[in-house]
């Protein structure tokens, strides 16, 4: 693929990121980090990722120093939101989320709020607040987009990180971001460039499935779409790298790429004795 021989960034340092993901997230990438980066494409034009989570992989990029144009998307409104927040009002979003405190009774009541009743920065800030001190960092939605998860108990949240948010917001300024579709990165991406897919992975047993991230869920058709718009991709010249469960249905989806057994630790379990590393899969068109 592309103009000659791919080489690895295995001189990449993963320990060398300077901007920590503003959101807890389930399947968030930040351990995974010294796994992913060695298998980067040595080079590579834009960044996209459709979808965008916590963005643990964009923000460890985002903090170096190459110079290239990055595109994020999502379906999920709520999470785009943040992001728009933090690239164009920091400092109203800092401000709003100073106001927030760390009581169960005002919890609930924020969770309760219509979100387009307020600003911009005051849904961002209000997302960042309850992703803090919900139940075990979990973002969920119900069938009709309401934030849903339980207060969690935690000693002391860092409500607001105003160092990271700002150090966020500085990288963020170099990103295009929007809600959509992840099959609409066949419009954007070009060839030479590198799309990151982290989509809700496919469920391990019938009871551990969690997809929902929004409303929308992630089905196994959704899954089968996925893998041929990877394939699309990589055949037009893309690097294409993705994330996904370590099940026989997505080896079996992806059997015609590089596929890399990793390990991650299970998040969101909740039986803390049941928590632990399990195997995923990082594939790889390249």
Known sequence: ?????????????????????VLKWVGGKSRLLPEILPRLPAAFHAYHEPFIGGGALFFSLGAQETPRN??????????????????????DVIMFLRQHEYESAY?????ALDPQRLSLPERAARVLYLNKTCY?????????GQF???FGRYKNPNICDEPNLRAASAVLSRAQVEQRHFSTVLET??????????????????????????????????????RDVFAELTKRGVYTMLSNSDTPFIRELYADFNV???FAARAI??????????????????
Do not use: W
Not at 74 to 90: K, P, T
Not at 107 to 111: L, N, P, V
Not at 208 to 221: D, I, K, L, P
């Open 148 to 150: 849903n998860v339980p």
């Open 70 to 91: 990055f595109y994020l998307s999502d379906l999920n409104q709520a999470l785009i939101e943040v992001y728009e927040a933090l690239r164009d009002c920091v400092d």
């Open 260 to 262: 890399h057994t990793v």
């Open 136 to 144: 075990n960092g979990l973002y969920r939605e119900n069938k009709s």
């Open 269 to 286: 379990n909740s039986k803390a004795g049941a928590r632990g590393k399990i195997s995923e899969v990082l594939v790889c068109g390249y």
């Open 189 to 226: 991406a070009r060839s030479g460039d590198f799309v990151y897919f982290d989509p809700p992975y496919y469920p391990l047993s019938a009871t551990a499935n969690f997809t929902a991230y929004s409303r929308y869920g992630f089905s196994e058709q959704d899954q089968i779409v996925l």
């Open 107 to 111: 919890y609930y009541q924020i969770r």
């Open 1 to 21: 693929m592309g103009d000659g021989v791919l080489t690895l960034t295995s001189e990449i340092d993963p320990t060398a990121v300077k901007v920590r993901p």
